[in-house]
């Protein structure tokens, strides 16, 4: 994609380049019928570059919930938080443009915003040790919001293996955010600018992308950003034909410590469908469920309580495009602490075989490994060696059976449940953490 951003002053330009006119803002309601998303949209960099924090400032949300997380100062999970896109329908230019993190306009303050579009953001962790995790939850986003800090050299390791990662799930749009420009002159600014070029240039696929600079601590050009999501990341068309296929992220236990035995509620499933719907009330299975110490699957039914988007709105049924949680029956302590994520959820008898063999077809391999440190050759895997398989939201570990021409045979630690043609990443041991070196899709 090839987006550029114009300096848009005139009112009537900036409705031109959002494909609205004032006829549409008098039309667009005040509040949503449901805070259903239109897409999910996944962040994506290097450690410390400020992923969070942005979603934060396009949210009002700040992602990273988990203890430890708040302890270290960095994103260890996937974290969620819901953005409302609204626009005042009197301002001039892109401060026109309005979230949910701050939903009133401050030059027109007695004006009712309009709104526009609802998005799901999920929040990757940018640290080295945590590849996987982004590529799990890579695999059911729409959209990547790439964050790349102005006051560091690009590509940075995981800017470069983030990037990466986006390509290999097959994600088509993204936007760069150009942030922390507080922190440099405006000659480094447009150094780190030509650099940001140059890498999606040359090592991406994705040719130039709309490129905003930002300051998410100081809430500069979020508007500006605000703005480019509208026109860059247009509504997703859900896949509501065909099974249901809910893939899980995160899984847990919502009872708080003490919670009496008779007030105890059933487990929590959050994650996002990939095809059909699920409605409050249906029964599910997920598979492959319960795995025992000896490796066998036993999946697991409940009923769905309830379903909420990532903004805890309550919604009657689900579709595709979007981050939900649902609320279960199950034993919560098959829930806690994500036991649950990599599974996948549908009706019962309708979904993928259970398997531990699997076979990668059309394995495409680096020819260098992508996140190290330094420049490393990349070699084809080899009869016994392990890798890390990443498949759907399963994070899993496997050992090379065979690899001729473009087929990888693999025999998994633990049992999948993945619809076959599912995207794979590949990843080895380099330097003592696991590097990304190539993908494939599912066969078995």
């Known amino acids: 994609m090839n987006g550029e951003i114009p300096d848009l002053k005139d009112r009537k330009k900036l409705l031109e380049w959002l494909g609205l006119t004032e006829e549409d803002l008098e039309k667009l309601p005040e509040k949503p019928k449901e805070h259903r998303s239109l897409g999910i949209i996944g962040t994506a960099g290097h450690v410390d570059h400020g992923k969070s924090t942005l979603t934060e400032a396009i949210t009002g949300k700040f992602p990273s919930q988990h203890s430890e997380e708040l302890t270290r100062g960095i994103t260890i999970k996937l974290g969620y938080a819901h953005l409302d896109l609204m626009i005042c329908p009197k301002c001039y230019g892109f401060r026109a443009l309005k979230s949910n993190a701050n939903p009133r306009c401050e030059q027109h303050p007695d004006v009712k915003l309009r709104w526009l579009r609802c998005y799901s953001i999920l929040d990757h962790p940018g640290h080295e040790i945590l590849v996987s995790t982004m590529l799990q939850g890579a695999s059911i986003i729409d959209y990547g919001l790439v964050v790349i800090a102005a006051n560091e050299p690009c ?118 469908l990939k095809q059909g719907i699920l409605k409050v009330g249906d029964e599910i299975e997920i598979r492959p469920g319960y795995i025992t110490p000896d490796g066998r699957a036993h999946p697991l039914y409940s009923e769905i309580i309830s379903i909420r988007t990532d903004g805890g709105h309550s ?34 008898g309708r979904l993928p075989d259970i398997v531990r063999k699997i076979i990668v077809k059309k394995v495409h391999l680096f020819k260098e490994v992508i996140g ?62 696991y590097r990304l070196i190539g993908y494939g899709l599912l066969d078995y």
């Open 155 to 272: 590509p940075r390791p995981q800017t470069r293996e983030h990037v990466a990662a986006l390509e290999v799930m097959g994600v088509k749009h993204v936007i760069v955010a150009q942030n922390k420009i507080e922190l440099v002159s405006e000659e480094e600014a447009r150094k780190n600018f030509e650099q940001i070029v140059n890498f999606f240039t040359n090592e991406t696929n994705y040719e130039i992308p709309p490129i905003i600079p930002v300051s998410a601590a100081l809430r500069i050009n979020t508007d500006i950003l605000l703005a480019a999501i509208y026109k860059y990341f247009p509504p997703k068309q859900p896949k509501t034909s065909g099974d249901p296929l809910f893939y899980i992220a995160r899984s847990f236990d919502a009872n708080r410590p003490g919670t009496p035995i008779n007030k105890l509620i059933g487990g929590a499933l959050g994650g996002a």
């Open 315 to 348: 919604l009657e049924y689900a579709q595709p495009n979007a981050l939900i949680g649902i609320a279960t029956n199950l034993d919560p302590a098959l829930t806690k602490a994500d036991g649950l994520a990599g599974n996948l959820a549908g009706k019962p």
């Open 372 to 433: 190290a440190r330094v420049r490393v050759s990349n070699k084809p895997p080899r009869p016994r060696e392990r890798l890390l398989v990443v498949c759907g939201t399963n994070i899993n570990m496997g050992v090379v059976d065979s690899f001729h021409d473009d087929e990888l045979e693999i025999t998994l630690l633990r049992p999948i449940c993945m619809p076959k043609g599912e995207r794979v990443a590949l990843l080895r041991m380099v330097e003592r953490e």
